[in-house]
């Protein structure tokens, strides 16, 4: 003889669970859920196959250093395509430093995350399907607070020699430099002078005096912030 098989008991719903087809209010909610799915059908329905366009470009965009930016443009695609994202001709994989976005219905975009410097140039979006591609751009400028990266060493010089102090530097939009001796801004000579570079700054002393002897400041500004560096000049 075999086991009878047990009875099964029907779970009851938990409280506040259950509902009710003749309440009004149920009854309008289904309607409006059936209306939104026959509408969301009715213009997947009525897309035509074809190749992808651009609806809406993208814009060029700034990125502050250690924030986050973000391209966005809208497209037109049916069958749905393939995105790729490129910056400066090379690929960008979908990633903790790269996020592809898409939302629905047609809004794609691409997030960079982490600002830098290095992320500065253009960005470009193609769109694929069996039907063709089309290509979309725009750059991030990306701004960068003042900053001396490397300060000036303190040396020591015999009288008569030539000197330089130099900083490296950097910033974007590039900063206004500026140098000081004991607190008073250096007027340029033949024999004073600094120069200014991409990244670096440099101040040339010809001819070294004793006067020459004292405390050298650098400073860097821009928009977003300013720095300054110290070093010591002894004559020998």
């Avoid at 366009?53 to 966005?72: C, M, N, P, T, Y």
Wanted: net charge negative; aromatic share 6%; charged share 30%.
């Amino acid at each position: 003889m075999s086991k009878a098989a047990p009875k099964k008991v029907v779970a009851q719903p938990p409280p506040g669970c259950t509902l009710d087809i003749n309440d009004l209010q149920v009854q309008n909610a289904a309607i409006r859920i059936q209306a939104s799915y026959r509408g969301h059908r009715s213009r997947k329905e009525l897309k035509e196959k074809g190749p992808p366009r651009v609806l809406q470009e993208l814009k060029d965009v700034v990125l502050i250093e250690g924030s986050a930016a973000r391209l966005e443009c809208r497209i037109s695609a049916f069958p749905d395509p393939f995105i790729r994202w490129s910056k400066d001709g090379q690929e960008l994989k979908d990633g903790p430093k790269y996020r592809y976005i898409f939302e629905d219905p047609d809004i794609v975009a691409l997030v960079v995350r982490d600002g830098e410097l290095a992320d500065l140039g253009r960005y470009t979006i193609a769109v694929k399907n069996t039907f063709g591609e089309c290509f979309d751009s725009a750059r991030i400028l990306v701004e960068v607070p003042a900053k001396i990266e490397k300060g000036p060493e303190s040396t020591k010089v015999k009288k008569g020699t030539t000197v330089t102090l130099t900083a490296h530097i950097s910033g974007e939009p590039a900063p206004d430099v500026g140098w000081a001796k004991d607190g008073e801004d250096i007027e340029e000579d033949a024999r004073v002078f600094y120069d200014i570079g991409s990244n670096s700054t440099t101040l040339t002393i010809k001819r070294v005096a004793a006067g020459d002897a004292g405390k050298y400041e650098v400073f860097v500004e821009n928009s977003l912030g300013t720095d300054e560096s110290f070093a010591r000049l002894d004559v020998l």
